[in-house]
């Protein structure tokens, strides 16, 4: 996966880091759309402990959203997830000229 990828956004500021899988790397900068199953992770805090975990899947039915946060030693879902994309979804449609992605540059 690529890191370092430029960031923006309301999850934006010190020690954050995007890392993209190839299928979402191919595309980051040319501003197209990205591919089917591009997967984008942004985390937040220091490298060895992330205080967040953002998670987007581009699926064929959209973009899937998922936010981890850190909880009893393990990382827990709290946003997003099976049955609750609005909260993620109202965000993101703020970013739909860059594929509802606010890290793209």
Known sequence: ?????PMGGPHA???KVVYANPVAAKDWKS???LALGSI???TAGPASAPTLLAV???RQSGWYYEEYFPEGGKYLL???GPNNQGLCVGCHTRAKAKDYLF???
Do not use: I, S, Y
């Open 1 to 5: 996966a690529d890191k370092g990828l």
């Open 13 to 15: 500021g010190p020690g």
């Open 31 to 33: 501003g197209k759309p």
């Open 40 to 42: 984008v992770v942004k």
């Open 56 to 58: 987007m899947e581009k």
């Open 78 to 80: 709290k946003f997003g």
């Open 103 to 105: 890290t793209r540059p």
